[in-house]
C-alpha cells in the first residue's frame, strides 16, 4: 500500500514516453498538491481534463477515479471510499472528459450520508485523490459497494494499471 500511497505523489509522470497531464476543476479552483477547497464548491462534479495522451498505434483506454483514502478509520483499518469513477476514457483525448461514468458522483458533503462516521472529529478535513490510471478493456459494471477495502485492490480487481499521476484536495465536512 506505501508504494501505491507514494505514485500518488507524482505531479507529471512518463506514460510510453510521453509527459501526461491529469487536471481537475471545480468551477475556477483547480484541484492540486491537497490544497484547500470549500465543501460548497464540490456539490457537482468538477470538469476532468487529461493531456499528453497518444494511442501510439494502439487503442488505450483510461479511468480517473476519485477516492476518500480515509473515509471510514475503523480499530484496526482503514477504508476508502469511492465518490466518482470516469471510466473508458480514449487515449488521445483532450479537453473536458466525456466518457462512462461507472460511479456516479457523490459530492464530499454526502459521503457522510453512507458512511457511519466513529465519532465526529473522523469526519472533520478530508482528503480526496482523483487517480490516473490506465485500463485493459473498457470497464461496463459498477462496483458492489463503494466502501473498499483498499484503493489498490479494486483498480487490479477491475485490471486497471499502476496509477500515472494523482492531484487531490482537502475540505472541511463541518
Known amino acids: 500500500m506505501a508504494s501505491f500511497v507514494a505514485s500518488f505523489a507524482l505531479v507529471c509522470c512518463l506514460f510510453a514516453d510521453v509527459a501526461v497531464g491529469l487536471f481537475v476543476q471545480y468551477g475556477s479552483m ?3 498538491n491537497g490544497n484547500f477547497i470549500p465543501l460548497s ?3 457537482s462534479p468538477p470538469t476532468i481534463d487529461i493531456q499528453g495522451f497518444r494511442g501510439n498505434g494502439t487503442a488505450r483506454l483510461f ?3 476519485m477516492a476518500d483514502q480515509r473515509a471510514l478509520v475503523a480499530p484496526s483499518k482503514v477504508y476508502p471510499y469511492i465518490n466518482y469513477w ?3 476514457i480514449p487515449a488521445g483525448s483532450s479537453g473536458a472528459v466525456t466518457a462512462s ?7 464530499p ?3 457522510s450520508h453512507n458512511i457511519p462516521y466513529p465519532s465526529p472529529s473522523s469526519a472533520r478535513n478530508h482528503t480526496y485523490d482523483f487517480v490516473l490510471v490506465p485500463q485493459r478493456n473498457p470497464l461496463v459494471k459498477p462496483m458492489d459497494s463503494r466502501l473498499v ?7 487490479r480487481q477491475y485490471h486497471c494499471g ?3 499521476e494523482t492531484v487531490s484536495f482537502t475540505t472541511s465536512l463541518h
Do not use: G
Open 41 to 43: 464548491s464540490t456539490d
Open 63 to 65: 479511468s480517473v477515479v
Open 149 to 155: 477495502l483498499s484503493l489498490a485492490d479494486i483498480i
Open 109 to 111: 458533503s454526502n459521503t
Open 162 to 164: 499502476s496509477p500515472l
Open 101 to 107: 461514468i461507472l460511479e456516479p458522483y457523490v459530492a
Open 30 to 32: 483547480t484541484v492540486a
Open 86 to 88: 470516469i471510466a473508458n
